[in-house]
């Protein structure tokens, strides 16, 4: 058996321990053949040669995204240890990181180096596809971009769609009229612009059009001028509702298109507009494709495993 202690200098230990030492607790979770115990400004650790060593190169890259960004979460340390990643330098926090400030003194932030590539690739093209499993952050960080360009005065509006394609449930027998059958559905649309606007003026908003949120079939017929507008599900798009929905395309806009490959609930004798454009539009300059991973999940860590078994079966 050996023992260390790591003193943590020049910081607040309550910040990198978390909040009734929970950083510490999900670390120990990770490293179970070790004793850690937070104590003062000091891990003491105790247990096999090799298993400290790995632990404390663990913590090395901790206390440095700590420094670097001024705080550590339980979500950071998840993603240190699931994926070989360096801790971003206080230039790239301060200047690529984070997307949008939240009213609740939230940060929302890339946090992953493919959300990070989807954050730069927006800035670069004006058709972007994020293309991923659950829990990658793909919309959230699509409406992230769109209420930031809102909030700058790049765009005059935000529209959000997703096709009214059912996922194994049956949208006609919902009681009351067409939006109150489909905002159930529109929900994770609903719940990112919560996160990241007051209620109050998510609603003013959304009254004044400002943000709409609409099934894909509203769109046609329409261009979408001055804004950013973002397909969600798009795995449950038709050829033709993907071609109609990209020839929407209009002046001064961004396009965000996100799916999930492994999740297509259209009838098997369907093709998916999204697995088709994949194919037609990857070598078009000004269209870019940003594919995230198991890596990228910042879900509770079960959802990965959970993905995983799927993916194997």
């Known amino acids: 058996m050996t023992e260390t202690t790591i003193t943590l200098d020049f910081m607040n230990p309550v910040a990198f321990f978390g909040v009734n030492n929970q950083n510490i607790e999900l670390l120990q979770k990770s490293f179970p053949k070790l004793k850690i115990v937070a104590r003062d400004s000091n891990l003491r650790i105790i247990g096999d040669e090799q298993e400290i060593t790995e632990f404390e190169s663990l913590i090395n890259l901790l206390i440095k995204h700590h420094n670097n960004t001024g ?100 949208l006609g027998f919902l009681p009351g009229d067409l939006k109150n059958k489909l905002d159930p559905y529109m929900q994770p649309l609903y719940d990112a612009l919560w996160d990241m606007l007051p209620a109050q003026k998510l609603s003013q908003y959304i009254e004044d059009r400002v943000i709409e949120i609409a099934p894909l079939a509203f769109m046609r017929g329409r261009t979408l001028d001055n804004a950013v507008v973002i397909l969600d599900e798009a795995q449950n798009t038709s050829i033709s509702q993907m071609k109609m929905f990209l020839t929407r395309l209009g002046r001064s806009a961004k396009f965000i298109v996100t799916g999930d490959l492994t999740q297509i609930d259209l009838p098997r004798n369907q093709s998916s507009g999204l697995t088709h454009a994949t194919k037609i539009l990857k070598d078009i300059e000004g269209i870019d494709f940003i594919y995230l991973n198991n890596k990228d999940i910042l879900r509770h860590k079960l959802v990965t495993k959970i993905i995983n078994a799927y993916t194997a079966e």
Request: with cysteine.
């Open 71 to 170: 705080f550590l979460t339980k979500e950071d340390i998840l993603l240190y240890l699931d994926a070989d990643m360096e801790p971003p330098t206080k230039e790239e926090d301060a200047n690529n990181d984070i997307i949008v400030h939240c009213h609740s003194g939230q940060l929302v932030k890339a946090r992953t180096p493919n959300q990070k590539r989807l954050v730069k690739s927006y800035a670069d093209n004006d058709l972007i596809f994020a293309i991923g499993p659950a829990g990658t952050g793909k919309t959230y960080t699509a409406v992230a971009l769109a209420v930031r360009a809102l909030k700058n005065k790049e765009v005059k509006r935000i529209v959000l769609t997703r096709p009214a394609v059912e996922a194994g449930e049956n």
